[in-house]
Nanobody, 123 residues
Framework: EVQLVESGGGLVQPGGSLRLSCAAS????????IGWFRQAPGKEREEVSC????????YYADSVRGRFTISSDNARTTVYLQMNGLKPEDTAVYYC????????????????WGQGTQVTVSS
């Protein structure tokens, strides 16, 4: 059974940092793509960043490139999202998801999802 458990969300002031973790189990981690997505109230779920554990390639949405960094620890089967320079518009529920297609980038390509963790950026 695929399990994805996010942690690390919280309340942070603008300009602050958070590190999200996604602990994965139940599938061949090294062959999968893991993505971070977010959904703000009243908005559609959107891509934030993805990593292919197959070849290490990464993707970042324009809105987070240069501020967020995705990384993967294959030994711990955990993917991290380091978020720096947070802005109020980054406020959302953040989800991690897994895809057997290691090139997957988009929401519809991901089949298994975690429960989400709330990130709130506010002064």
């Amino acid at each position: 059974e695929v399990q994805l458990v996010e942690s690390g969300g919280g309340l942070v002031q603008p300009g602050g940092s958070l590190r999200l973790s996604c602990a994965a189990s139940g599938f061949p981690f090294d062959d999968y793509a893991i993505g971070w997505f977010r959904q703000a109230p009243g908005k559609e779920r959107e891509e934030v960043s993805c990593i292919s554990n197959h070849d290490g390639s990464t993707y970042y949405a324009d809105s987070v490139r240069g501020r967020f960094t995705i990384s993967s620890d294959n030994a711990r089967t955990t993917v991290y999202l380091q978020m720096n320079g947070l802005k109020p518009e980054d406020t959302a529920v953040y989800y991690c998801a897994a895809s057997a297609d290691h090139t997957a980038l988009w929401v519809h390509e991901y089949t298994d999802w975690g429960q989400g963790t709330q990130v709130t950026v506010s002064s």
